[in-house]
């Protein structure tokens, strides 16, 4: 389960400010129940899941929080933007996962939502929460490895 670079898909939203306020320790691709109306809204980029998170309940992942909008043409098929989706995962991963979670300060953040071969899945991200100054320090040496890349540029 090693860090992922980009989705091999199509990507429908990101969590921009999850590496921001988390340190994320480790990534997994994991399948999302949706409806068809759901879908069809996916397909049209209308999610946000900047505020979502994921719970692991009886045995499950749950996907709390992750806004889908509806979709207009769905009349009465369209559900709660903000319900909660399950997600699929393998026992094994699910077992590895719930070991990590039940660590102190570690938490489920959903860091992509995209389409991979027609089936949308989401990466969840095993994270600690940063603290003000761990954050202070990335953005410090952001700017210096920026500076530095200027300087051999010239």
Request: with cysteine; glycine share 8%.
């Amino acid at each position: 389960m090693g860090l992922q670079q980009e989705s091999a898909g199509t990507l429908i939203a990101s969590n921009r400010k999850a590496r921001h306020t988390y340190e994320v320790l480790e990534t997994l691709e994991a399948g999302i129940v949706l409806t068809g109306t759901e879908v069809k809204s996916l397909r049209q980029g209308r999610a946000n899941i900047g505020e979502a998170y994921g719970t692991i309940k009886k045995g499950e992942v749950w996907l709390t929080g992750m806004h889908v909008s509806p979709y207009e043409q769905g009349s009465y098929n369209n559900v709660d933007p903000l319900r909660e989706r399950k997600l699929l995962l393998h026992k094994k991963e699910l077992r590895k996962l719930n070991a990590r979670v039940a660590e102190k300060g570690l938490t489920l953040v959903p860091l992509q939502l995209y389409f991979k071969h027609n089936i949308a899945k989401v990466t969840l991200g095993v994270c600690r929460g940063k603290k003000e100054y761990d954050r202070r320090d990335d953005i410090k040496r952001r700017d210096a490895e920026r500076d530095i890349r200027r300087r051999l540029r010239r």
